[in-house]
């Protein structure tokens, strides 16, 4: 098993930005990928941002330019720093974590963007 736990999410106007991170835990895999992905009411979950353990990165192109995502290994934390937000970016982002094996994912934390 393999515990996420996000935070990091809240309120802020466009043109702010956030940080979001994700703590995993458990029985975590050398070789995974975590994510970003999100989900507006209304809306499928969509991707936002992918890093492999070694560091290779993919992103929506709906973002490119705005987030980065980065992860610290050791300490099994994955960040996405979200800059120019938009209030089209408003949603719930959920950290994922998948391995050969399985896949998890954590419960979700809030970012609601204001005109």
């Known amino acids: 098993q393999v515990q996420l736990v996000e935070s990091g999410g809240g309120l802020v106007q466009a043109g702010g930005s956030l940080r979001l991170s994700c703590a995993a835990s458990?029985?975590?895999?050398?070789?995974?990928?975590m994510g970003w992905y999100r989900q507006a009411p209304g809306k499928q979950r969509e991707l936002v941002a992918t890093i492999t353990s070694g560091g290779i990165t993919n992103r929506a192109d709906s973002v490119k330019g705005r987030f980065t995502i980065s992860r610290d290994n050791p300490k099994n934390t994955l960040y996405l720093q979200m800059n120019s937000l938009k209030p089209e970016d408003t949603a719930v982002y959920y950290c994922?974590?998948?391995?050969?094996?399985?896949?998890?994912w954590g419960q979700g934390t809030q970012v609601t963007v204001s005109s």
């Open positions: 458990g029985s975590i895999f050398r070789i995974n990928t």
């Open positions: 994922s974590y998948s391995d050969i094996y399985h896949n998890y």
